[in-house]
């Protein structure tokens, strides 16, 4: 018989790493919409701000949210390189949507090792952000937790704003939906390309430099998360912010649920059972649009 | 036309005799070793270009075939004692059955998804087979019964050179068949193929069945040559090296996997003393490859031969 | 002094050339019509013009500017724009949203309410349907919606993709109604059309399009009384 607060507990620290994973497959669902590009790099963005957030934070001394934000803007500036030198080479070729996933993989497979040569493969650790943790009616969450869920929310919200009332994010919406429409107001679909790859790398990286004193640091930090990206946009439908978002806090849930209930071991295997069963049950996932 | 035809057939020849007497040519036993592996990995890589190159179905779960027939046959041997070269041929079987479960799936999903699906499929499977102690003795390893027990390589050369011929035989014919263009059709465009009647989900399962058949068999040979079985037969590391030869070489023909398997196992065994650096360069290689060479080298000696004949590059 | 002026446009898609030495040209104010039957290569022809199709060879000038390297975000700036078949709208941005991105461009944006004044008032029912998803509305409406959103991006010559096609008669006139009130507003007008007789009474002056060449041109009477034209496009 579970003691009820040890299962809501969990709970809460689904929601915790659920935001995290909302960051992650809003970028990747966010791509795949305006660009059509399913990008198997996306994981590697999460492990290079993890690392920048690492080496902020122990070398200088940076606070975590401080971090976080270095951490951002230096994977989205590395975001609109990538996307520039080799994605956009690809756009009018035949195939091209076998050429993205090709070089992507690539891609990451020299990130990956590069940052494996680069910061050797020890797993690093950084220590807590901040000691201590804070009760609410008898659940425990460590301040560290509380700020990745916080800041995480923050930068789910700015996003949601960011999409809906601004006027890039207008533009990134038009693109996804009729793209000839688009570039017939004016609206340069190379530049959105380029700002919202950059804006999901960010994204990505938000979401490793958050999690970076919870789990640990190296190189391929990344894999996990590109999985857990994929399954939740799928779930949630392709193409769509809202269903990465609902679909990213109810796989945080269920995973940690799944690690209470079985074993860590195989939290993956059964995200991944869940996922086939959306696939074959309703493949168009929650919310998806295409 | 008629030079090269035949300057083809006589390469070809030239070859066959150079491997069917190559263990008695050079004896070293580490440069046998290389070229079972070639045979192995050929077969790995040109079974997995039906599915990628010739159809577009961007498969990412191929270790998942090699290591399913592997354990399947280790286990079967190891357990239940039946004469290994039944054991591989039933590892081919496992593995065609793995194909249907990951295969499935992805049948009605387009391009790109099928690729993490696969990935993901190929992944839980090597995680079970690491958690799954009890049967496989996950990380510790499973010690294989050898195929032929204390000989040398030169019998596990012979078997891996059959396994190639056999493959790459089944592989021509078939490809030169209906079944090649109606993959080609498909990979093209789905839905055009669609509208000409073609019943893609069954060509699709065709293609995993036989990929897979190949590869797991491929995967067996390889347990019972080298003896230990752990996990990581199935890691992404094949997958990535599979990826590169078929690459390097020229996906969406016959002999370009053939090709990149060869180029890149000899290119790896100079890059030895950059091993830590291997997969950079794999990384690298895929990565400006499709910027700058799609077609991989096939396409490039193709182009130079249709130079040398003087005519421009026939499609 | 021509507002558009092409001459000697080629266009292929990937190795199947599409376009031959197209040359025509428009007056300011103006409304031509550009006439074919179903893969004459009319879209493929507006496509070029927008910047959505690169060109193989030939000119395109605009307001006396070369335009035909130049991407479509530079080409509506100069003040050319399309509206494509269907109107290329937005499905799941409301009406409102839509008109919006129509503005997009800097100094569109900072015009916007005064645009959106005039196409609310050229068209009562989208301003009814303001927050509606575009999605959801009907196809004449959706055709009033992507002339209004075309409207906003304050151009000086339109080019339109078959504005009858799906339409009930009384909406297609509604629709011809509303070209011309735009052209009295000085905006030129290039319409391309299957149905003749639409496309005759609209224009001024016409040209023919066939398997991808420029066959007749002339004025709407002229074109009118053509043998040709009669017994291929009236069927007569």
Redesign the interface.
């Known amino acids: 018989m579970f003691d009820l607060s040890i299962l809501i507990q969990q709970v809460v620290y689904g929601l915790v790493i659920g935001s995290s994973y909302v960051l992650m497959a809003a970028g990747f669902s966010l791509i795949w919409g305006i660009m059509g590009v399913l990008n198997l790099a996306h994981g590697e963005f999460y492990m290079l701000g993890a690392y920048i957030a690492y080496y902020a934070c122990s070398l200088l001394g940076f606070n975590p949210l401080l971090s976080t934000l270095v951490a951002m803007v230096g994977v989205f500036s590395f975001g609109v390189i990538f996307e520039r030198a080799l994605l956009s080479p690809l756009y009018g070729r035949k195939g091209w949507e076998m050429s993205t996933v090709l070089i992507t993989v690539g891609a990451s497979i020299l990130i990956q090792n590069g940052a494996l040569v680069i910061f050797g493969e020890k797993y690093k650790g950084l220590p807590m952000y901040f000691d201590g943790e804070v009760e609410i009616w008898k659940i425990f969450l460590s301040y560290d937790r509380l700020v990745v869920f916080l800041v995480g929310c923050f930068l789910i919200a700015f996003l949601w704003y960011l999409m809906k009332y601004t006027r890039v994010g207008m533009a990134m919406r038009a693109v996804s939906q009729n793209r000839e429409g688009a570039y017939l107001t004016g609206i340069n679909v190379h530049k959105v390309f380029y700002i919202a790859f950059g804006l999901s790398a960010a994204f990505a990286a938000a979401g490793g430099a958050l999690l970076a004193p919870i789990f640990f640091v190296y190189p391929t930090v990344g894999a996990g998360p590109l999985l857990m990206a994929f399954a939740i946009v799928i779930f949630g439908g392709f193409g769509s912010v809202k269903g990465a978002i609902v679909a990213g806090f109810m796989v945080g849930v269920f995973e940690s649920l799944v690690v209470l209930i079985i074993s860590s071991a195989w939290k993956d295997v059964f995200v991944f059972i869940l996922v086939i069963i959306v696939l074959t049950l309703r493949p168009r996932g929650l919310f998806g649009i295409q | 036309m008629e030079i090269q035809r035949s300057l083809k057939s006589i390469v070809l020849f030239g070859l066959f005799l150079l491997l069917s007497f190559f263990p008695l040519l050079f004896p070293d036993p580490y440069l046998i070793h290389l070229v079972i592996l070639f045979f192995l990995f050929g077969v790995l890589v040109s079974s997995w270009n039906v599915l990628f190159g010739y159809m577009g179905i961007f498969c990412f779960g191929q270790q998942a075939f090699f290591g399913t027939g592997a354990y399947s046959s280790a286990l079967l041997a190891l357990n239940f004692g039946v004469p290994i070269p039944v054991c591989i041929v039933i590892g081919g079987l496992f593995a065609a059955f793995s194909s249907i479960l990951i295969g499935l799936p992805t049948l009605r999903l387009r391009g790109a998804y099928v690729a993490l699906v696969t990935l993901a499929f190929a992944e839980v499977m090597r995680m079970t087979c690491s958690n799954w102690v009890g049967v496989t003795r996950g990380q510790l390893g499973l010690t294989v019964p050898a195929l032929i027990p204390g000989a040398g390589r030169v019998g596990y050369y012979y078997v891996s050179f059959l396994l190639f011929l056999l493959s790459v035989g089944i592989l021509v014919k078939v490809m030169r068949s209906s079944f090649g263009y109606v993959a080609v059709a498909i990979r093209e465009s789905q839905d055009a193929a669609t509208s000409l009647g073609i019943d893609i989900v069954k060509y699709k399962m065709l293609a995993f069945l036989l990929s897979s058949f190949l590869s797991g068999m491929a995967g067996a040979l390889y347990a019972h040559y080298i003896l230990i079985l752990t996990p990581d037969i199935m890691s992404l590391h094949i997958m990535i090296t599979i990826l590169v030869m078929g690459m390097l070489g020229g996906l969406g023909t016959l002999p370009g996997p053939i090709l990149g398997a060869f180029v890149l196992l000899f290119l790896s065994e100079y890059l030895r003393e950059f091993e830590q650096f291997r997969f950079i360069i794999y990384g690298a290689l895929i990565v400006l490859s499709v910027l700058f060479v799609p077609g991989g080298l096939i396409t490039g000696m193709r182009f130079i031969g249709a130079k040398l004949e003087g005519k421009g590059l026939r499609k | 002094m021509y507002l558009l002026d092409v001459a000697g446009l080629n266009c292929a898609y ?1 190795r199947s050339q599409v376009l031959w030495d197209i040359s025509f040209h428009v007056r300011e104010a103006e409304i031509v019509a550009i006439i074919g039957s179903n893969g004459a290569g009319k879209t493929t022809l507006l496509r070029a013009l ?3 199709l690169p060109a193989l060879s030939g000119k395109v000038e605009f307001n006396r500017q070369r335009i035909e390297r130049f ?3 530079r080409i ?2 100069l003040g050319l ?4 078949e269907g ?7 409301t009406v409102l ?1 839509n008109l ?6 800097p100094w ?2 900072k015009k916007m309410s005064q645009n959106l004044d005039v196409v609310f008032q050229l068209f009562p029912d989208l301003a009814e349907r303001k927050n509606q998803l575009a999605g959801t509305l009907s196809g004449g409406e959706r055709q009033m919606l992507g002339i209004g ?2 409207l ?2 304050s151009p000086k010559l339109i080019l339109i993709d078959e504005p009858s096609s799906g339409l009930a008669p009384k909406l297609v006139l509604r629709v011809f109604d509303t070209i011309e009130e735009i052209q009295k507003r000085n905006v030129t007008i290039v319409l391309v059309e299957q149905n003749i007789h639409h496309a005759l009474n609209m224009g001024s002056r016409a040209y023919v399009l066939e398997n991808g060449r420029i066959v007749l041109e002339g004025t709407s009477q002229e074109l009118m009384g053509h043998e040709h034209v009669r017994k291929a496009y009236l069927g007569i």
């Open positions: 990937g927008s910047g959505l991407p479509p975000h509506v700036e724009s399309q509206i494509p109107g290329g709208i937005f499905p799941y941005m949203e919006k991105v129509g503005a997009f461009l569109n944006w959103k075309g906003m991006t």
